[in-house]
């Protein structure tokens, strides 16, 4: 039986339509994945805003926020605080005038910094203490190259940063 050029085309079609499926789910990983990380990557950017208004509110106030309902309660800082899935509040507590920290729970391990030492911070875990070589502060010079996805980096589950109010 001789195949027509047509039937020739529509085969090599097929198979190629296949394989690019195939390969994106390899790389991207399962829809599933996906939305966890782009869920993940939100709590580091509620984190990041977290950060930026506990630095607006010191300057104004000369301290740090008591709670996240102090620092919500600001007017002019619009920022969330709760988990977008679970809607449970993040963590925050001060550790002293200047140094506070953050916490989430995270559903998967953020890919680490290219090109340089993982900064995955794990304070919760008793792993920052001072002279701690991770580099966990927003000013931090070690991390000042780093973006915002390197300075957030994380395991999985519950995850917390120290930060250092500017």
């Known amino acids: 039986m001789k195949l027509s050029p047509r039937s020739i085309v529509l085969g090599a079609s097929g198979t190629a339509v296949v394989a690019a499926v195939v390969v994106g789910l390899v790389l991207l990983g399962?829809?599933?994945?996906?939305?966890?990380?782009?869920?993940?990557?939100?709590?580091?950017?509620?984190l990041h805003g977290i950060a930026a208004a506990t630095d607006l509110y010191r300057a104004r106030h000369g301290r740090l926020p008591a709670s996240l309902d102090d620092l919500a309660a600001e007017p002019g800082l619009r920022i969330s605080t709760r988990d977008p899935t679970s809607s449970e509040m993040y963590g925050y507590r001060t550790l002293d005038d200047g140094r506070y920290e953050v916490c989430a729970t995270f559903a998967a391990e953020s890919a680490g910094p290219t090109g340089s030492t993982p900064i995955l911070q794990r304070s919760c875990q008793g792993c920052h203490g001072p002279g701690s070589p991770i580099a966990s502060?927003?000013?931090?010079p070690a991390a000042a190259h780093l973006g915002l996805r390197d300075l957030w980096a994380h395991g999985s589950g519950r995850q917390c940063f120290q930060m250092r109010a500017r």
């Open 30 to 46: 399962n829809p599933s994945q996906e939305r966890e990380r782009r869920i993940d990557d939100r709590r580091a950017a509620d």
């Open 137 to 140: 502060r927003v000013d931090d």
